[in-house]
């Protein structure tokens, strides 16, 4: 199993912008890695995912433009960029990681995930 630790999370005022990272251990793999989110009351979202081998990028149009994915220098690391943040992006974030190139947001095909880091915007 890969063990995934987000980290990056806080509050902050609309307008403003976060820094979010995953770090994975224990394994790796060519496969996708991505960000869900979930916001108090509402289901559990897709925002961006990334290729590891290509470093091809996927953004939900709801965050198109805001949002970046990124893979880090340190390998089996992606991180999240946030600008431009809103209220409504308040949430609790995860990392996950998946075994294929075409997970995109397909939760069934993540099998690890990190604990979430909480991210605020008032």
């Known amino acids: 199993h890969v063990q995934l630790v987000e980290s990056g999370g806080g509050s902050v005022p609309a307008g403003g912008s976060l820094n979010l990272s995953c770090a994975a251990s224990?394994?790796?793999?060519?496969?996708?890695m991505a960000w869900f989110r979930q916001a108090p009351g509402k289901e559990r979202e897709g925002v961006a995912a990334i290729t590891t081998a290509d470093e091809s990028t996927y953004h939900a149009d709801s965050v198109q433009g805001r949002f970046t994915i990124s893979q880090g220098v340190a390998a089996n690391t992606v991180h999240l960029r946030i600008d431009s943040l809103r209220p409504e992006d308040t949430a609790i974030y995860y990392c996950?990681?998946?075994?294929?190139?075409?997970?995109?947001?397909?939760?069934?095909?993540?099998?690890?995930w990190g604990q979430g880091t909480q991210v605020t915007v008032s």
């Open positions: 224990g394994a790796t793999w060519d496969g996708s």
């Open positions: 996950a990681a998946s075994p294929y190139t075409t997970a995109k947001f397909r939760e069934a095909d993540f099998g690890d």
